[in-house]
Nanobody
Framework: QVQLVESGGGLVQAGGSLRLSCAAS????????VGWFRQAQGKEREFVAS????????NYADSVKGRFTISRDNAKNTVYLQMNSLKPEDTAVYYC????????????????WGQGTQVTVSS
């Protein structure tokens, strides 16, 4: 079992930045892929970014490439999502999750989820 807790969300103006954190407990994240997903009101949950813990291999949705960066801290068992040049369309609840299925982007392949953190970008 892995427990995940997200933090760092908030209200920011368009063009601003936020850094989300996903702190994991219960076991080390070796062998897991950690992904960030988001869900805007009335929309499907969508993939944002992921990192394979063992190698640091990363994957990004096209909509965030060049603006968001995912990173990990082995010592803290924590994954971060640095979000720059934020746009109003980035507004959503952001979730982190873990998967044993590699760099998959389908949320159904992720078995453990955090509670989510709200990100609101004003225009």
């Amino acid at each position: 079992q892995v427990q995940l807790v997200e933090s760092g969300g908030g209200l920011v103006q368009a063009g601003g930045s936020l850094r989300l954190s996903c702190a994991a407990s219960g076991r080390p994240l070796f062998g897991y892929t950690v992904g960030w997903f988001r869900q805007a009101q009335g929309k499907e949950r969508e993939f944002v970014a992921s990192v394979f813990w063992d190698t640091g291999s990363e994957n990004y949705a096209d909509s965030v490439k060049g603006r968001f960066t995912i990173s990990r801290d082995n010592a803290k068992n924590t994954v971060y999502l640095q979000m720059n040049s934020l746009k109003p369309e980035d507004t959503a609840v952001y979730y982190c999750a873990v998967s044993t299925a590699g760099l998959v982007i389908t949320w159904r392949r992720y078995g453990f989820w955090g509670q989510g953190t709200q990100v609101t970008v004003s225009s």
